[in-house]
């Protein structure tokens, strides 16, 4: 059963941000998928739920000047099925082909999945091997963006104020790129990732000009491996330096033991999955 809570849908996100600013221990949701899970739970009762479920002016995906942006409100069924998404950013399409199941994927956004902060969260590596901003706003101070990767400062925590709703997410449309996930779980559907990882190589002819590389799942918080970033701008890439590459991930990982797997093998099929999606974004 769950527990009793105020409810508000709201028409507008003037209305909502009102409704946030006035009402002290609210919870925004649009897809709810977290939300209504902890407080059936008990792990987490909102006094108050402001719904921004029907606000269609935040659910859009378009390139604009160079640049991709997605409306809070877009789906994980809106990438994996929009022709948008395998055009402009075929890692979230990849992501989404592995998140929840249908159901989950119809209501669950990518704005919500990111302000959960679950160290987990498949939506964040293909994000940040993106690079990702985000747009935040509050009826006091306006907007404001920063990068996703200073967004999300800890399991459960993000650098997201009471009073501030999530509305935009922006990452570069530049040139040919080559992109990888992997989703690495106990079960094909409705499981959370036990390793997780994205990338997204952006090419110059045979040469790889920039490269993005995030993992999930093996650290407090998802996050972009530099290091192994570094290793592969500017070159063109061999065996031997997808491995090293591969090897340099797995030595940044930090992942806990717990019921579904051990820290060791996690660390193990973080070097296995890296080197997988990179071979498999290259021969895309």
């Known amino acids: 059963m769950v527990p009793r809570f105020e409810y508000y849908p709201t028409r507008s996100v003037d209305e909502a941000l009102t409704l946030l600013a006035e009402r002290e221990g609210s919870e925004v949701v649009a897809g709810a998928t977290n939300t209504l899970v902890d407080a059936r739970a008990r792990r987490k009762i909102p006094k108050a739920v402001i719904d921004i479920n029907r606000l269609g002016d935040l659910r859009y995906a378009r390139r604009d000047d160079g640049t991709i942006r997605l409306g809070a409100r877009t789906t994980l069924t809106d990438c994996f099925s929009l022709p948008f998404f395998a055009e402009e950013a075929p890692v979230l399409e990849m992501m989404a082909a592995e998140f929840a199941g249908t159901l989950i994927r119809n209501r669950a956004t990518l704005a919500g999945n990111i302000a959960y902060a679950s160290p987990a969260a498949d939506v964040v590596p293909p994000l940040l091997a993106l690079g990702a901003t985000i747009a935040v706003t509050s009826k006091a101070r306006g907007s404001r963006a920063l990068l996703l990767a200073d967004f999300i400062l800890g399991p459960r ?53 920039e490269a993005g590389l995030a993992l999930g799942a093996v650290a ?65």
Do not use: C, H, W
């Open 157 to 209: 925590k993000t650098a997201l104020a009471q009073d501030e709703i999530i509305t935009e997410l922006a990452f570069p449309a530049d040139g040919e790129t080559k992109s990888g996930y992997f989703k690495f779980a106990l079960r094909n559907a409705m499981a959370i990732s036990l390793v997780s990882g994205a990338v997204v190589l952006r090419m110059e002819g045979k040469r790889i000009r």
């Open 220 to 284: 407090p918080k998802p996050y972009r491996v530099t290091q192994a970033e570094e290793l592969l701008k500017g070159q063109a890439p061999t065996d031997a330096l997808i491995r090293e590459v591969a090897r340099v991930a797995a030595a940044t990982a930090t992942p806990i033991s717990d019921i579904r797997a051990s820290a060791e093998y996690r660390r193990e099929m973080t070097e296995v999955m890296t080197r997988r999606i990179i071979e498999r974004a290259l021969s895309s």
